[in-house]
């Protein structure tokens, strides 16, 4: 599978932006996409993933602020995301489980200025 991300880019703290990630094949076929993040000097984490049946999981710390969803007809997934604030600076990226191995697009960095 094949991952291709897009939309990061800097914006003001309480602003918002769409990252999407089109993936090679269609999105029913996959187990599992979702958005993982890296800060400078940290780890990289989870932040919201969405399985084949369209159930979506959250870091708890992100709830109620990022969405992640899906456009089937497009093969894409997007991660909606609002209110942000400078902690949230990092390289976005996305990430989809297919028959049992990882893959992974090219990240996007999102940079949210104070």
Same mark, same amino acid.
């Given at each position: ?13 309480? !602003? ?8 090679? *094949? ?7 996409? %979702? +958005?993982?993040?890296?800060?400078? %000097? *940290? ?11 369209? !159930?979506?999981? &959250? ?13 089937? %007809? *497009? ?9 942000? *604030? ?6 976005? &990226?996305?990430?989809?489980? &297919?028959?049992?191995?990882? &893959? +992974?697009?090219? !990240? #996007?960095?999102? #940079?949210?200025?104070?």
């Amino acid at each position: 599978v094949q991952l291709q991300a897009s939309g990061g880019g800097l914006v003001q703290a309480g !602003g918002s932006l769409r990252l999407s990630c089109v993936a090679s *094949k269609s999105v029913l076929n996959i187990d599992r996409m %979702g +958005w993982y993040r890296q800060a400078p %000097g *940290k780890q990289r984490e989870p932040v919201a993933h969405i399985s084949r049946g369209g !159930g979506s999981i &959250y870091a708890d710390s992100l709830k109620g602020r990022f969405t992640i969803s899906r456009d089937v %007809g *497009k093969n894409t997934v997007y991660l909606q995301m609002n209110s942000l *604030k400078p902690e949230d600076t990092a390289v976005y &990226y996305c990430a989809a489980i &297919y028959f049992g191995n990882d &893959y +992974w697009g090219q !990240g #996007t960095q999102v #940079t949210v200025s104070s």
